[in-house]
């Protein structure tokens, strides 16, 4: 109850803040350079010089203190040791390239890097032409949506009782070992099963992006001009054709910066994994191992500040090349 009433207050508190804060600093504004008088020109010029700055300040300054310093903080973390007490240099990245775990962080992000943006916007993509036919389109776009509203963490709960395992002789309340045991198999620990775990793992979050990329795809197939459709069904082109060599080819930037856009959501994948497995039995990831080494057992913030600093370094280029390509499809 208490979390309950302090999310309403941070929301009222955010709101009207927002609220008095343009209406007060306006009504400032204006009194430093009223728009009236014989200066009106010249006070309403460099009041339009000043206003932008004073909408953009608070914006500025929070992401100054929550995402600039952090990553400045972070940096000089990770040139110490543990409890930051000792200037250590590069020997924190020097233990990385040797860890185990690092390595295999690595490798499984690297992996779900190649699986999960692929698939979820192919899917996405399938099912933003599919829904755009039929009756039921909207309902079906729905339905799609719905698992983008479920937080992280709660979609890997619910992939967990769906992965459930129970003994033979009892009752299998995880639906996959259900469908397994009814067929005639016997059930089995899906998330220990290397390494098949990580795609086990990797499902939950498809299952999640693919809404989002069937709503941006959807947009943009619909933006796609009828006349070079009309033309090439005219021609005789198969509606295959037609969806991979006209569409397709016309909307690949926004499905560039689709992908893009879940690679970065996967390079940061935490939750699911933490939830499920907790990066045991060969599912670790970069995120889960900067947050074992943390905030689990003797904390050492220089090792944990230095994994941080690699998994920014590996986001920043993919996340600058994307919003390069999002202006590009605005203008």
């Not at 399938?126 to 039921?136: C, E, N, S, V």
Request: proline content about 5%; some cysteine; aromatic content about 14%.
């Amino acid at each position: 109850m208490e979390l309950f009433w302090l999310a309403i207050s941070t929301i009222v508190i955010g709101v009207f803040g927002c609220v008095a804060w343009f209406w007060g600093s306006n009504m400032v504004l204006d009194a430093i350079y009223p728009p009236r008088g014989e200066n009106a020109g010249d006070n309403i010029r460099r009041a339009n010089q000043v206003r932008p700055w004073l909408f953009l300040g608070p914006a500025l300054l929070f992401l100054g203190l929550y995402l600039v310093y952090p990553v400045i903080d972070s940096l000089w973390r990770s040139l110490h040791n543990a409890d930051g007490s000792r200037f250590v240099g590069g020997s924190n990245y020097s233990w990385l390239l040797g860890d185990g775990k690092f390595r295999e962080s690595m490798r499984n992000n690297m992996l779900w890097l190649l699986v999960v943006p692929a698939l979820s916007t192919f899917f996405g993509l399938i099912a933003a032409q599919l829904t755009d036919r039929i009756k039921w389109g909207n309902i079906g776009k729905s339905l799609i949506f719905m698992p983008m509203a479920i937080s992280f963490v709660g979609a890997g709960v619910i992939w967990k009782f769906i992965y459930e395992y129970r003994a033979p002789d009892e009752t299998q309340i995880g639906l996959l070992n259900w469908i397994v045991t009814k067929l005639g198999g016997d059930p089995q620990i899906w998330l220990t099963l290397l390494p098949w775990n990580n795609f086990f793992l990797m499902i939950v979050l498809v299952w999640i992006q693919t809404g989002f990329a069937m709503v941006i795809l959807s947009a943009a197939l619909r933006g796609i001009p009828e006349e070079t459709i009309e033309a090439a069904i005219l021609d005789g082109a198969s509606p295959m054709q037609v969806f991979m060599k006209i569409k397709v080819p016309q909307i690949m930037g926004t499905i560039a910066v689709v992908w893009t856009t879940i690679t970065i959501v996967v390079l940061k994948v935490f939750d699911i994994v933490f939830v499920m497995t907790n990066g045991q039995w060969g599912t670790q990831v970069l995120a889960n191992l900067m947050y074992d080494w943390m905030f689990r057992g003797s904390p050492d913030y220089g090792r944990g500040s230095a994994i941080a600093i690699v998994l920014m370094i590996l986001v920043t280029p993919i996340m600058v090349w994307n919003i390069r390509n999002a202006r590009k499809e605005v203008r």
